[in-house]
């Protein structure tokens, strides 16, 4: 099949800046602006997976992408855009893809604007009696309903990859509440999500496939007691992007985590059952942790996991697939063979295989 790696490349460089993210960056330059975006390495190596069975084409999911695509016509988008601007950015180019009625790999606009929406997304957990944080949306502190304890969690409604989840999110009263929703608001222009604090274990649970034969990878523990000394027990910005780095990693996963067989099974019916509700195709990862009584709740849920190439880079997606004896590669190319079983390409992509 012609396949086309759709990705949002993280820029290194002030001057490479897309203009209007330029001109951004000169009301507000938080350090994790790029941090959701792929970096030229992890391009590199999807597209070299996906080239292993496939004609492969590179489209950046630039302004100039709708006409690219247009041009291009694929059999396949493999998509891992995350988008330009908004809070619906991850549905852009599956959007435009339905337009041109173009196949892609993932979750569709809907379900990947849902997903972005904490809020929402909470809503549409607790409606189908999934466990998962008491929460609101507040703007000042003074209005926290009576029913939360501190310590609680404040973070943006609509981030990824911990962009505003730092070691303070976790506040014990409400003059750090105030702060932190203050901080939310002037750093990310949006609301704050306050939620009851979760202080038990920490998985994270890959997923490949659709409906009720999704395939759950092995599950990936957080170890949360090997971040620094006084740190705060989440996995925060720091801890993700600062703490843990590829000279000094930090022990910090645990794959397949050590788990009582009861307790994995409650935590897979769960990520299960969540990524069935929210509509989740083909590939997804389902953050989880315990309450203080042991019992499982989502955190939430990315429809485009992150899949850092190298092993030392500690990301939790390409970790599960290792664990089930995926290599990059083939964890890669399990994800297209979930798109197409689902969208009956099966032939064109077997078809494929056979002149190769
Ligand atoms: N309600 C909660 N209770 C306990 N810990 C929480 C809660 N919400 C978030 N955390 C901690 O903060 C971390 C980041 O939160 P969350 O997963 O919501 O952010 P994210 O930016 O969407 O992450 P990702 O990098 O997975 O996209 C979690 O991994 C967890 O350690
Ligand atoms: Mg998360």
């Known amino acids: 099949m012609h396949i086309v790696l759709s990705f949002n490349q993280s820029v290194a460089e002030e001057d490479d800046q897309p203009p209007s993210l330029k001109q951004l960056n000169t009301q507000h330059t938080p350090q994790d602006l790029y941090a959701e975006w792929d970096d030229i390495e992890t391009i590199q190596a999807v597209a070299e997976a996906l080239g292993q069975e496939h ?19 694929p059999d396949l988008v493999f998509n891992m855009a995350e988008g330009l601007y908004g809070g619906s950015r991850e549905s852009q180019i599956p959007a435009m893809l339905e337009m041109l009625q173009i196949p892609y790999t993932g979750s569709d606009p809907v379900t990947l604007g849902i997903c972005l929406d904490k ?54 009263n409400a003059m750090e509440l105030q702060i932190q929703l203050d901080s939310v608001w002037s750093g990310y222009q949006q609301p704050a999500l ?22 759950v990878l092995p599950i990936v523990e957080i170890d949360l007691s090997t971040l620094p000394a006084g740190a705060n027990p989440i996995y925060s910005y720091e801890a993700k992007w600062l703490w843990d780095t590829e000279i000094a990693p930090l022990q910090i996963f645990h794959c397949p985590a050590q788990l009582e ?48 190439p190298r092993p030392e880079q500690n990301s939790c997606f390409p970790k599960a697939a290792r664990a089930a004896g995926l290599s990059y590669p083939e964890m890669i190319l399990s994800v297209v063979n979930a798109a197409c079983e689902r969208l009956d390409l099966v032939e064109k992509n077997d078809a494929h295989r056979c002149l190769l």
């Open 194 to 215: 306050v939620e009851e604090f979760l202080c038990g274990r920490e998985f994270t649970v890959a997923l490949i496939g659709n409906g009720t034969a999704v395939q």
């Open 55 to 73: 004609q492969v084409s590179l489209v950046n999911a630039d302004l100039d992408a709708f006409a690219k695509f247009r041009a291009l016509r």
């Open 261 to 308: 067989p009861l307790l994995q099974r409650k935590i897979e019916d769960l990520c299960r059952k969540a990524f069935i509700h929210l509509g989740c195709r083909d590939w997804c990862r389902v953050d989880v942790r315990l309450d203080a009584s042991g019992h499982p709740q989502i955190i939430e849920v990315n429809p485009l996991p992150g899949v850092l």
């Open 119 to 172: 809020l929402r997304t909470k809503e549409i957990l607790t409606f189908h009696q999934i466990p998962n944080p008491a929460f609101v949306q507040l703007r000042h502190a003074s209005d926290l309903p009576v029913h939360f304890n501190f310590p609680v969690l404040v973070k943006p409604t609509l981030e990824g990859s911990s962009k505003g989840i730092t070691d303070k999110s976790l506040v014990h």
